[in-house]
T-cell receptor, first 114, second 112 residues
Framework: GAGVSQTPSNKVTEKGKYVELRCDPISGHTALYWYRQSLGQGPEFLIYFQGTGAADDSGLPNDRFFAVRPEGSVSTLKIQRTERGDSAVYLC????????????FGPGTRLTVL | KQEVTQIPAALSVPEGENLVLNCSFTDSAIYNLQWFRQDPGKGLTSLLLIQSSQREQTSGRLNASLDKSSGRSTLYIAASQPGDSATYLCASGNSGNTPLVFGKGTRLSVIA
């Protein structure tokens, strides 16, 4: 079956613009995670959904970042007033239910803020 | 707060050599420990998942061990091949439903 997919694969934007990043999890996976990976670093947690609700959003760096998962499947990560420091690879992962299960990662979206 | 450390940051070995990658974590109250592979410009591929009640997991030439009391995990790769060249990341799944905490990874190069 299909794995986790993310669109776009690359996004270049200008400072101050708004961007949306999309994640399509594996069908049937109720848990969905967003991570951010900077060059030479491991992924850092942003937000975790269980179904439609955000179970843990403690990793969001500030209120410019927001994510939704309205129907419990596809999720969108939204970044307002982008800054150069937001440049990174944004990774999405899904799992069957909890963090105790294997997480399956998408290929990521590389965001570049000029 | 859980912290995960991976040593070494980079490793270069000749083809055919057996090697060990190290991962340490500060909080032993983990649910599981997961090892991933990441190729340049790609996402993460799960290699092995060790539950907290287990001591090791094996898949092909890969063997991962977990010692919760000492806060350590190792990934053993037997008979390394050039195709094993990638960055290897370990991540702890902590108690409850908290997400994974990653190390910075070990960049492995296997020279033919």
């Amino acid at each position: 079956g299909a794995g986790v997919s993310q669109t776009p694969s690359n996004k270049v934007t200008e400072k101050g613009k708004y961007v949306e990043l999309r994640c399509d999890p594996i069908s049937g996976h109720t848990a969905l995670y967003w991570y951010r990976q900077s060059l030479g670093q491991g992924p850092e947690f942003l937000i975790y959904f269980q179904g439609t609700g955000a179970a843990d959003d403690s990793g969001l760096p500030n209120d410019r970042f927001f994510a939704v998962r309205p129907e419990g499947s596809v999720s969108t990560l939204k970044i307002q007033r982008t800054e150069r420091g937001d440049s990174a690879v944004y990774l999405c992962a899904s799992s069957l239910g909890t963090s105790a299960d294997t997480q399956y990662f998408g290929p990521g979206t590389r965001l570049t803020v000029l | 707060k859980q912290e995960v450390t991976q040593i070494p940051a980079a490793l270069s070995v000749p083809e055919g050599e057996n090697l060990v990658l190290n991962c340490s974590f500060t909080d032993s109250a983990i649910y599981n420990l997961q090892w991933f592979r990441q190729d340049p410009g790609k996402g993460l591929t799960s290699l092995l998942l060790i539950q907290s009640s287990q001591r090791e997991q094996t898949s092909g030439r890969l063997n991962a061990s977990l010692d919760k009391s000492s806060g350590r995990s190792t990934l053993y790769i037997a008979a390394s091949q050039p195709g094993d060249s990638a960055t290897y990341l370990c991540a702890s799944g902590n108690s409850g439903n908290t997400p994974l905490v990653f190390g910075k990874g070990t960049r492995l190069s296997v020279i033919a």
